[in-house]
Structure formats: structure tokens, C-alpha cells
């Protein structure tokens, strides 16, 4: 079946950090059949060059440590040495490691310098070589609008994306620069695999409880999303979040169903 394209991206240079694998990887096929010039970001060389090389011509791999301003800094400079340009950044990158309130100090500076700092640093840089059109998309998930047991430094990092995103749109608009967030729920992905135990039917049947579409989401529906907010159908869009999460953020913890359901469940 042919994926329906999202937007037009034609001519348009895109920068995708965490993109040599699962979300960021399917983000960057969507943002390249829809036109665009697509640069695979992240550090696992294999991989990346592998995705740079399903995607064909439109994609690049470039090899870069986001945590690191100097590789940043390497990384725009090789784009516009080979694009001479840069019109869209997508910080997807994303640390999962998460104790909850037992995590550890490094691992809060080791999570959210991953998670948020460097989208930060990683906006900053790239925006200035921006010009009016241009856009940042982040990453946000239902993970950082709910609570959670046993999770802490995730969903704070979420949480904060979805704020800076407000305060950068800001800051950016006088330059006719949009930045918008993203924030899929549970979506098939290399955690989601192994958790299923590879089985997307059982994953879509879990996720089913959750979500009123009743499966879990596709990378490619995540992509599709962020390739509209990218484009110029969305000009008049900017500092919100956009949840691509069947459905699941309209729920409450009742999972959508009243009080006379879980009534008539008593004894049971």
C-alpha cells in the first residue's frame, strides 16, 4: 500500500537528530517521500548510513554526538556546505533511562542532556542559519502531560520540551520561524517491539485498552504529522502541540467508559 504523502517538501533541507532507528528513523522516510532533503542524525554509524541508504539519494547520514556543541556546530556547517541551506529541524533524539524517584543524579544530567538540553542547543544553532519558512518540530509524548509510577526523568524532559517549544515560538516568530510540538502515544517502535515480544498484534491488542483507535500508532502517522507541521500548509501554526496519539489523551482514568460501567463490574 503506498503511504499517502503528508506535504510538500520540495526543496526543503531537514535536519532529523535520533533518526537511525524506530520514530526518528520512519520521520525521516516520511519527510523524504514527501520532498525533502533529509540528514540522518545520530551515533550509530551502521545503522544510519543503512537508513541514509533505504531512503536513496534524498538522505545523508552524519555521524553526530548532539551532546557535544563542537559536533553540532560540525554537523549545520556540513549541511550548508552540502545543501546551502536548512529549513527544518526535527529533535527526536531521546534517552529512555529512567528510575523513577530512585534515579540517580547522573542520570538526570545524563537523560535531560540528551532529552532537552541539546534540542535546545541543537535549536539555537540551527535557527540561525533559518530564514522566514523555517521550522522546528519537537518531540513531545503523552508522557510528559501524565503521571506515571516508576518514571520521573522522561516524562519531566517531555514536559519541558512541550514548554520551550511555547517560549522558542516566541522568540522566533519576529524571524517568521514556527516551532511546534509533536507528542505520539504508544507507537510501534524498537521498545514497543521488544516488550510485544515482536508481535504487533499483541502490542495493538494492549494498546487497545488505552487508545480509542485501538491499536497502538504507526512511526509513519508520526511522521506524517510532523511533515504537515513542517510544511507551508501549516504556516499559521506555531507554539502548540499537536498529540498524534489515538485518541489516548482524551481519556481520563476511567479510560473513557462511566461510572455505571465500572459499577456494573463489581463482583465480577
Request: aromatic fraction near 6%.
Amino acid at each position: 500500500m503506498t503511504t499517502p504523502l503528508a506535504a510538500n517538501l520540495e526543496g526543503r533541507v531537514a535536519l532529523v537528530t535520533g533518526a537511525t532507528q524506530g520514530l526518528g528513523a520512519d520521520i525521516a522516510r516520511v519527510l523524504a517521500e514527501c520532498g525533502a532533503r533529509v540528514v540522518i542524525i545520530g551515533r550509530g554509524r551502521e545503522a544510519g548510513q543503512a537508513v541514509a541508504a533505504e531512503i536513496g539519494e534524498r538522505a545523508q547520514y552524519s555521524e553526530t554526538d548532539i551532546t557535544d556543541d563542537a559536533a553540532i556546530d560540525r554537523c549545520i556547517e556540513h549541511t550548508l556546505e552540502q545543501h546551502g541551506r536548512i529549513d527544518i529541524l526535527v529533535n527526536n533524539a531521546c534517552s529512555y533511562d529512567d528510575q523513577g524517584l530512585a534515579s540517580s543524579r547522573e542520570q538526570w544530567h545524563r537523560t535531560l542532556d540528551v532529552n532537552l538540553i541539546s534540542a535546545a542547543i541543537f535549536t539555537q544553532k540551527a535557527a540561525e542559519h533559518m530564514t522566514e519558512g523555517g521550522v522546528v518540530v519537537n518531540l513531545g509524548s503523552t508522557g510528559g502531560k501524565f503521571g506515571a509510577a516508576g518514571r520521573a526523568i522522561y516524562p519531566a524532559s517531555k514536559a519541558a520540551m512541550l514548554q520551550i517549544t511555547k517560549n522558542f515560538a516566541v522568540e522566533l516568530a519576529p524571524r517568521g520561524i514556527r516551532v511546534v510540538a509533536v507528542s505520539p502515544a504508544w507507537t510501534w517502535s524498537p521498545a514497543t517491539e521488544s516488550m510485544s515480544g515482536g508481535s504487533m498484534q499483541k502490542a495493538d491488542a494492549v494498546g487497545a485498552h488505552f487508545h480509542p483507535l485501538g491499536r497502538v500508532g504507526r512511526g509513519a502517522e508520526v511522521g506524517r504529522a510532523v511533515a504537515f507541521v513542517a510544511s507551508p500548509a501549516a504556516s499559521w501554526i506555531t507554539g502548540i502541540d499537536i498529540p498524534v496519539d489515538g485518541g489516548f489523551s482524551i481519556l481520563g482514568p476511567d479510560q473513557g467508559k462511566s461510572p455505571r460501567h465500572w459499577f456494573s463490574t463489581l463482583g465480577t
